[in-house]
Structure formats: structure tokens, C-alpha cells
């Protein structure tokens, strides 16, 4: 059984009667774990006990350190490359959470990362034949797969980057709120972008991303704090990889967006002192983000979303 299925039950107690449609069917998973709706609050007391400062000298050697949540993320890595660069691929793609907002999709002919950011990120890129980057922070933004992808002459799009830069901030599209939105077609990937809001300050500084693979749909908005610039010109994807920002009101995202299933990401980001996403606000997320979509949860590093 996947991730997907014990966090759909794990969260769905966790915010008892508020959810209940979000249980999955059929699941045994309530029965062989001892207590499901302590998994996030698991992971949250093995991270808090992470400061930047260990990560960033874990980033530097690999050594985990004896701490449970970077072998928890070197395992990540292992478990979706080695999937990645094996599984077959049938009509709907593969999608894999490595860390956060750090993504791997898999299609039948290409194979692509957004906003990959892990202390091997850069072994992905003899693999990729493209890269996503929603905007310009350490935490989005990996240098050296950049560096190899761009040296191989691969597609990296994003609005910062001067390797195939995807957003014109002086563009705009007629109807909505899509900024500088430009399309691509790559493979069996169709692509387009358009720019949002990572806070009240960073105006267009994040882009967010609709990729279509068939009739098949996933959006990817990154950072943005601002419902309102939230806009799937594609209508209601299959799936959101989404992150609740603290100023975001996700009742009102999730509204506009009506995703058909959405995957909370971004949780626990280690190199954060402070304004991590905790199990708390995850759970408060998922409470009001649940009128507006059947099917919502949280992905943790290395679990295979679809």
C-alpha cells in the first residue's frame, strides 16, 4: 500500500468529523499501525529536533548525525531516484515527493523536476530532460542541478533564470490573473506558466506551473500567498502539490482552484528557524481545504504521490 492511503486515514482522525470523507476506502491500515494519527506528529518532534545548523552541516558531508529525519531524507532520495529511473510509465504519469516543495514526474516519454532541492539533487540531471523552478530561494532553488542541467544545454524554466527564462513580467493574458504566461510543449508534456504572489511584498516573484500529459492535470504554485492569482486556465487539475502559506487563505484558494485532489507539501523545511510548516497547520489546512476538494492529505519525502 502506498503513503497515500495511511495519511488519507492518519489525517482524516487527526481532525475527527471535521474530514471524515477524506478516510480511504477499503484501508487496513487503521488496524496494523498503532495509532495513525500520530504519524505527522511523529515527524514533527524528529524534526524540531533539527536546527539549521545541522542541516547545513548535513548538506556539507551527508552525515545524518544519528537524526531520524535526515536518514528519513537521504532514504527519500534513494527510494524516488531508484523508482524514477526504472518504473514504466503508463497514460497517467508518476509523481513522487522527495522533499517539500522538491518534486519528480514521470510521463511515458520524459522525465522532470520542480523545484528540486536535495543534497543530491544534482545525480538527477543526466536523467531529466527538463527542470522546473517556481522562484528564486535556496529552498526552491538547487545551483548545481542548475549548473549541470544548463551545462548540458536542458530546459530550465523559470522566471529568474537566464537559461529559458518563462515569465515576462510586462506580459499579461487576456481574462484572469495569469502574468506572463508563456506555453511549452515538451515530449508528451505541455506546459504553462504564470506568475503569482509569494507574499504582499514579492509581487510575481514566484511562477506557477500547469503541466497537462494527456487529459491528465497538475498544478504547482509554489510559494504563492495570494488566492486570488490562482488560476488553472486548464480547469480543475487532477492534482495540487500545495503549499498553505501562513497569509494564504486556503479556504479561498482551494475554492478557486477546486482541485480534484491535493497533496500538502513543503512541511518541515529544515533550513527554517522559524516559519515552518508544522503538523498543526497542516491539519488546519486540510480542515479547510476539505469542502472544496474529495481528497486531501499530506506527502512526506519519498512517498509516490500518483
Not at 495519511?7 to 484501508?27: F, H
Not at 551527508?62 to 524516488?80: C, H, I, M, N, P
Request: proline share 3%; charged share 25%.
Amino acid at each position: 500500500m502506498r503513503r497515500r492511503s495511511f495519511l488519507k486515514g492518519a489525517v482524516g482522525s487527526a481532525v475527527a468529523g471535521a474530514i471524515a470523507p477524506l478516510v480511504a476506502k477499503g484501508s487496513s491500515c487503521a488496524s496494523s499501525v498503532r495509532d495513525e494519527k500520530d504519524v505527522l506528529d511523529i515527524w514533527q518532534s524528529e524534526t524540531d529536533l533539527v536546527t539549521p545548523l545541522d542541516y547545513k552541516a548535513y548538506l556539507s558531508d551527508g552525515d545524518t548525525r544519528g537524526f531520524k529525519s535526515l536518514e528519513k531524507l537521504e532514504q527519500a532520495f534513494e527510494k524516488v531516484f531508484r523508482e524514477a529511473t526504472t518504473l514504466q510509465v503508463g497514460d497517467v504519469p508518476a509523481v513522487w515527493s522527495v522533499y517539500n516543495l522538491g518534486y519528480i514526474v514521470k510521463t511515458k516519454e520524459a522525465l522532470f523536476s520542480i523545484d528540486l532541492v536535495h543534497r543530491r539533487a544534482a545525480e538527477f540531471a543526466p536523467y531529466l530532460d527538463f527542470s522546473l523552478v517556481s522562484h528564486n530561494h535556496r529552498d526552491h532553488f538547487h545551483q548545481e542541478l542548475y549548473a549541470k542541467m544548463n551545462s548540458a544545454h536542458k530546459l530550465v524554466i523559470s522566471n529568474f533564470l537566464d537559461n529559458y527564462g518563462a515569465c515576462n513580467s510586462k506580459e499579461r493574458k487576456v481574462g484572469g490573473y495569469v502574468r506572463g504566461a508563456k506555453e511549452f510543449k515538451i515530449k508528451d508534456v505541455t506546459l504553462r506558466t504564470s506568475l503569482v504572489d509569494h507574499n504582499s511584498y514579492l509581487i510575481d516573484f514566484t511562477t506557477a506551473f500547469e503541466i497537462r500529459v494527456g487529459d491528465w492535470k497538475l498544478y504547482h504554485t509554489g510559494d504563492c500567498a495570494v488566492a486570488d492569482k490562482l488560476y488553472p486556465t486548464w480547469g480543475a487539475p487532477d492534482l495540487w502539490l500545495f503549499f498553505p502559506m501562513g497569509a494564504l487563505n486556503v479556504a479561498q484558494a482551494a475554492e478557486r482552484v477546486r482541485a480534484k485532489r491535493i497533496v500538502i507539501g513543503h512541511i518541515w523545511e529544515l533550513q527554517h528557524a522559524t516559519g515552518r510548516l508544522t503538523t498543526p497547520m497542516v491539519r488546519r489546512a486540510i480542515k479547510n481545504a476539505a469542502p472544496f476538494c474529495p481528497d486531501v492529505t499530506a506527502g512526506l519525502w519519498g512517498d509516490r504521490l500518483v
